[in-house]
């Protein structure tokens, strides 16, 4: 299994995203607690953990959906909580998990409207490079681009969500669940596009329910475990681990 | 021909109307799923303010226009920073249907009130912009405003529907109704959306009131009548596109005028308005996806429904002052509640004898009929739905020609009215459940319309004066006026209806209600026929308020149709609003408090609009509970603060560990003070016979039929279920036998979830068949299948969560689903249902929690009270989605045996991610990859299996890394 190695060309020294002591909340319900980490330039980082630990609300609230405590500096910059459109702005764009794209809207609108988190000009945003970057990175929507994004399969919308969130010029994308639900072989697809955007220096946080699979692209792993969040053991640490559970018995106490 | 040229005109002139409301409308939905039903009110406070410039104060007419509409504009601008920003924003925000239909129903209360003290009563309008005589066009005529207009409306809706489609503001305007969550992802600052186009529209309307106003003129109040029109043109349209919003406006003028021409001129309005509500029932669809009610939209939105109120004990309360106040504020029994009630206004009445404040009385006690029905169905069911104040009037009306032409006594003829309105209402209400939400308050907003259009018109009924001289209820003993004697029998009446509603509210099938207001496919997942349910409350409200209706002929001895038109439906919102919708009383405070203002005199009752409308508006504001929720959060302030020990109970993690752990350790004083059994397993699940909880058991339940081991359970053949081009399910076929655990895994995504939602009925599949039990249920209901025997709990944990563990257990609980709401007068089956869920609920261990509300407990605790409330309606096959997400491994564990031991006495279904506890204890194990079944075999197949290798290699890897990281932690 190929596991990357992060190097100093690929990513650079400092700090894009920086978390401390995050705390995020939905009303009194403390979804996730005691967070820290941090994410460089050019780097692929996964956020890994089972179903319903909090990982789309970690991702959530570094999207600025959800209310949050602790700080959270991007760029430098501390971010104001709960301003979505401040965070678009600023070139943290998200990917949500089951895309929520516009299901009546042409797959093209879709991906425009990817541009309007930076400009809120119609022609700016089509002559744009962002713009021709996205329709770029998945080759296979071009003959669908006027049909509208709600009869579109799983895969294809799954790429039209990440070539909108690519339109909004993102400094980070954070892609929550890319795959959900997506079969194997589109799913390979949506993984080599996540790839080669890093490849070219685009900085990524990956949700993944998946720790094997999102290893394959990101450099390092941060694990949610019941609201917590802690650097992920290494790639070899997981695979072995993940041998050792195929075997029938385990003890877990 | 002529005559056909001349209707279409004159049907294209007022279209031109209906056309541009509709468009107001259309443009803000659009944007920000509001409806400003105060529209028509901007249009003609635009009019009469241009009217009052250049009439009172001589200016010229372009100055007054601008500074008019600045006005309108600063005025809207303001009202969305005080109110809309509250209302939809931050934590206050609240409920979508709330805020759809009452905000600017009390907006348009508001600027009523203001127009009136400005404006006076008198007709006035802007003058024309364009005067002269009427057009000619190949010998038709047109007036020259509406000329204008039409150019205007037609040039606004283009030039909108340009924007939509070639701006990129307009196109994320769509966007924002398409998936409000989504263009929010994208940077749509959704808020200031809302707030321009709220200006702008407000703005738009001002100026089409201004050209309008020459043709029609406008009153303070015309206003309600211009929203309504354009707000059914814009249903039409479904709420989405601005130029089909014109067209469908011009269309139901020109539609109107040739009924008018053709049919009936009187009753063109009432005939258009019938044959619109008809389509929206029989169509809900054409509202489209646009319906407020429709997006289903993550937590993120923030808009938590939180309406019901914890049914508040305040404890350990001291003084006489709390007490008396807790028994108000806790309504008391039935007995308690109507015999107080009863008594109070009797001696009230009395006490009045004469006096001008009784009649104001009396007419209170004609409203809170109706209000005790809406109360039901509106406050308890949460079902919105406006006909009401129809049914009053036919109660009304009913008993006036009852008795003044047929000579019927009117204490027979209201009867006789009652029963009438219960089958109308059933022939009506079978046609107005079968939508819900949004739908059916649209709907039913015309019902009034068309009513007291028919009646005004009507020779038979007397036109606009009514019937006159209808004779008392009640000509008994002569020391007290009529009013008072015919008033006495009504309060007696709505004694008796007071003790019925508090009787069904206090019920099993109360129980059912409140579910039903909460989350309707829970509801019916759970066994409640909740359309059913719906129908009898609808009927049950329709018959309530004819009752108030006859009644109200009784004893007012006449009736006009100026009592039940649309004013009146409001009016009686108002008061459910304003004393408090989810309590009997607080309907009952609200009317007389409403009806007090309405009618009494001085300052208030001569700016009653006005009053109202701020009333109101703070209400759903600050106090969604009403004027009697205020009282009761004030009691239980009074009652915290004067108790002298503050009793605390940790709420940390009792539930499952309570609930499972083998020695008493944890919290055991709690368990021990209340005495219950608790559900102990025995360690090894091989070692002996487990003590199952009863419920599981099954111990007064038939014995299971599915008697052979390995008979067919369950079977899915060829299931397929679509979702636009996202195939979820394909063709899934799948059968499980007999008894015992079996799991369904696969990653997430799947189709999983899906798949269990096609099994109870939540979906329905496109293709293929399920049976359980042997049955064939592809086209049954979702609640016949649970009442078959089937029960789920979900991922994500729906309870309601403001009611205690108890009550949410207690619900499933009820003995039968099958009864009548009639039935819950005679026998509330609440003991029974407590019992049966007190049982289940301290054999899970959650005794110490249960009269806690489920909303302050952990994760794990609502986990085991959804378990719980799936357990007690003893079912044959229990399907399980996640049933261990969020838990530790020691729990997952406990939780593990759990099921085996459910697993004895049922057919147990879970979808999992935990492989390991998955194989250590489902004897049959299916594999859902993509939508399909791709793995089939007991736990050794499973082990040795190449496929569940590769494919579910990363869960196992998580679930590897937990054990490493508990590893360390221990």
Redesign the interface.
């Known amino acids: 299994m190929p596991i990357r190695e992060t190097t100093q060309a690929s990513t650079g020294t400092t700090d894009l995203l920086r978390v401390e002591d995050l705390k995020v909340l939905?009303?009194d319900f403390v979804a996730v607690e005691h967070a820290s980490f941090s994410v460089r330039t050019g780097e692929c980082v996964a956020v890994?953990?089972?179903?319903?630990?909090g990982k789309s609300s970690l991702a959530?609230a570094l999207?600025g959906?959800?209310s949050h405590l602790g700080k959270v500096q991007f760029g430098g910059v501390l971010v104001p909580p709960r301003r979505?459109?401040w965070?678009?702005?600023h070139g943290l764009s998200?990917v949500?998990e089951r895309r929520?794209?516009?299901?009546?809207?042409a797959v093209i609108?879709n991906i425009?409207?990817?541009?309007?988190?930076w400009?809120?000009?119609?022609r700016k945003?089509r002559a744009s490079e962002a713009f021709a970057e996205a329709l770029e990175l998945f080759p296979e929507l071009k003959p669908r681009l006027s049909q509208s994004a709600?009869?579109?399969?799983?895969g294809?919308?799954q790429m039209v969500a990440l070539a909108?969130g690519l339109a909004?010029a993102p400094k980070i994308l954070i892609t929550d669940?890319p795959?959900?639900?997506?079969?194997?072989i589109v799913a390979r697809r949506v993984y080599e596009a996540i790839k080669q955007l890093n490849d070219q220096g685009r900085t990524i946080l990956l949700v993944e329910?998946?720790?094997?699979?999102a290893l394959e692209i990101c450099h390092r792993a941060l694990?949610v475990?019941?609201g917590v969040v802690e650097e992920?053991?290494d790639a070899d640490?997981?695979?072995q681990?993940?041998n050792?559970?195929?075997?029938?018995e385990?003890s877990?106490? | 021909m002529t005559v056909f040229g001349d209707l279409l005109l004159a049907g294209i002139s007022s279209g031109a109307i209906y056309a541009v409301f509709a468009l107001c409308l259309t443009m803000l939905f659009r944007t920000s799923a509001l409806l400003n039903l105060a529209v028509g009110d901007f249009a003609m406070l635009g009019a009469l303010g241009v009217d009052f410039f250049t009439r009172v104060d001589h200016w010229p007419l372009a100055g007054a226009i601008a500074f008019d509409l600045v006005l309108v504009g600063l005025f809207a601008f303001l009202y969305d920073l005080a109110v809309l920003r509250t209302a939809l924003e931050g934590s206050r925000a609240r409920e979508a249907i709330l805020v759809v239909f009452f905000f600017t129903f009390s907006l348009s209360l508001f600027i009523e009130g203001v127009s009136q003290h400005l404006f006076g009563t008198d007709v006035h309008s802007a003058p024309a912009l364009w005067s002269g005589p009427a057009l000619t066009f190949w010998g038709l005529y047109m007036q020259r405003p509406a000329v204008i207009l039409l150019a205007l409306a037609i040039l606004t809706g283009l030039g909108f529907a340009g924007y939509l489609r070639f701006s990129l503001i307009g196109k994320a305007m769509v966007a924002s109704g398409d998936n409000g969550f989504g263009a929010s992802i994208v940077g749509v600052k959704q808020t200031s959306f809302r707030r321009w186009m709220f200006v702008a529209m407000a703005v738009l309307a001002a100026i089409f009131g201004i050209v309008e106003s020459p043709i029609t003129g406008y009153v303070f109040n015309s206003g309600g009548q211009l929203s309504l029109l354009g707000l059914i043109a814009a249903a039409f349209a479904g709420f989405t596109k601005p130029a089909r919003a014109v067209a469908a406006g011009l269309t139901i003028g020109i539609a109107e005028a040739m009924l008018g021409g053709y049919v009936s001129s009187q009753y063109q309005d009432t005939l258009l308005f019938a044959v619109l509500v008809a389509v929206i029932l029989f169509r809900p669809q054409i509202l489209g996806a646009a319906s407020p009610m429709a997006g289903d939209q993550p937590a993120v939105g923030g808009r938590a429904s939180r309406r019901h109120r914890p049914p508040v004990e305040p404890r350990a309360a001291n003084g006489l002052l709390a007490s008396v106040a807790r028994r108000i504020v806790n309504e008391g029994g039935p007995v308690t509640l109507a015999v107080a009630v009863t008594l109070v206004v009797l001696a009230a009445l009395l006490r009045l004898n004469g006096n001008y404040n009784d009649s104001i009385l009396v007419l209170a006690v004609c409203f809170a009929f109706a209000i005790l029905g809406m109360v039901v169905q509106i406050g308890h069911s949460n079902q919105l739905a406006f006909h009401q104040s129809v049914f009053m009037m036919v109660g009304a009306y009913g008993v006036g020609v009852l008795n003044t032409k047929y000579q019927v006594p009117v204490i027979v003829a209201v009867f006789i009215m009652v029963a009438g309105a219960a089958v109308v209402g059933m022939l009506i209400g079978s046609f107005a459940t079968r939508v819900s939400g949004f739908a059916l308050a649209l709907a039913t907003l015309f019902f009034s319309v068309i009513a007291s259009g028919y009646v005004v018109f009507a020779g038979y009924f007397g036109q606009a004066t009514g019937i006159t001289s209808i004779g008392s209820i009640w000509s008994g003993p002569s020391y007290v006026s009529t009013l008072e004697r015919s008033g006495a029998v009504a309060v007696v009446l709505l004694g008796l209806c007071i003790y019925g509603c508090a009787r069904i509210l206090r019920s099993g099938v109360g129980l059912e209600l409140s579910l039903l207001g909460e989350n309707e496919p829970m509801a019916a997942s759970l066994g409640i026929n909740t359309r059913r349910r719906k129908l009898e409350v609808f009927v049950l409200s329709a018959a309530l308020a004819a009752l108030g209706g006859g009644v109200f002929a009784g004893t007012q001895t006449l009736v006009s149709p100026s009592n039940f038109d649309q004013t009146a439906e409001l009016t009686l919102l108002i008061m459910l609003f304003v004393g408090g919708r989810a309590t009997l009383i607080g309907g009952l405070v609200g009317t007389g408090v409403i009806e007090y203002l309405q009618l009494g005199n001085g300052f208030i009752s001569s700016h009653v609009l006005l009053v109202e409308g701020v009333l109101f508006t703070l209400i759903l504001l600050y106090a969604p509970e009403g004027l009697m929720g205020v009282l009761r959060r004030i009691v239980v302030n009074l009652s915290r603060a004067t108790s002298q020990r503050a009793r605390h109970r940790p709420l940390s993690s009792v539930g499952l560990s309570v609930a499972v752990a083998g020695a008493g350790a944890t919290d055991g004083g709690h368990a021990g003070r209340l005495g219950e059994a608790r559900f102990q397993p025995v360690p090894g699940r091989t070692t002996g016979a487990p003590s199952l909880p009863a419920a599981a058991a099954r111990p007064t339940g038939p014995a299971p039929s599915a008697a052979g081991k390995d008979d067919i359970t369950l079977a899915c053949r060829g299931v397929t279920k679509r979702f636009g081009g996202v195939i979820a399910v394909n063709e899934v076929s799948l059968t499980v036998r007999g008894l015992g655990v079996h799991a369904l895994c696969g990653p997430n995504g799947a189709g999983k979830s899906t798949l269990f939602e096609l099994i109870c009925g939540g979906l329905r599949a496109d293709d293929g068949e399920v049976s359980l039990l042997g049955r064939d249920v592809t086209r049954t209901p979702a609640f016949a299948r649970a009442q078959l025997g089937v029960a789920r709990t979900l991922q994500a944990v729906r309870l309601m969560n403001s009611r205690s563990v108890l009550d949410n257990v207690a619900v499933a609980a009820v003995p039968s689903h099958q009864t009548f709401l009639t039935h819950a007068l005679f026998r509330s089956d609440l003991k029974v249902a407590y019992e049966r869920a007190w049982e289940t609920v301290s054999q899970l261990g959650l005794a110490p929690v249960a009269s806690q509300s489920v909303g302050e407990l952990t994760l794990e605790v609502q986990r085991m009270t959804e378990l719980a409330r799936a357990l007690v309606t003893r079912p044959r096959i229990l399907l399980l989605d996640e049933p261990a997400s969020g838990l530790s491994a020691s729990q997952r564990g406990r939780l593990a045996e759990l099921l085996v031991h459910l697993g004895e006495q049922m057919t147990v279904v879970l979808v999992e991610h935990d492989l390991q506890m998955v194989s250590d204890i489902a004897k049959e194990i299916f594999v859902l990859l993509d939508g399909r079944l791709e793995f089939q075999g007991d736990a050794s197949q499973f082990a040795n299996s190449q496929l569940v290798r590769t494919e579910l290699m990363g869960l196992m890897a998580n679930e590897a890394l937990e054990a490493t990281s508990e590893g360390g932690t221990t």
């Open positions: 939905y009303g890994i953990g089972p179903n319903g630990n959530l999207a959906f959800v979505p459109a965070m678009v702005g998200l949500p929520q794209l516009f299901p009546s809207m609108d425009l409207l990817g541009c309007y988190g400009t809120k000009n119609l945003a709600g009869t579109l399969s799983g294809q919308q909108r909004a669940e795959c959900l639900g997506l079969a194997e329910e998946n720790p094997l699979r694990r475990e019941r992920a053991p640490v997981l695979e681990a993940a050792v559970t195929a075997r029938p385990r877990t106490s």
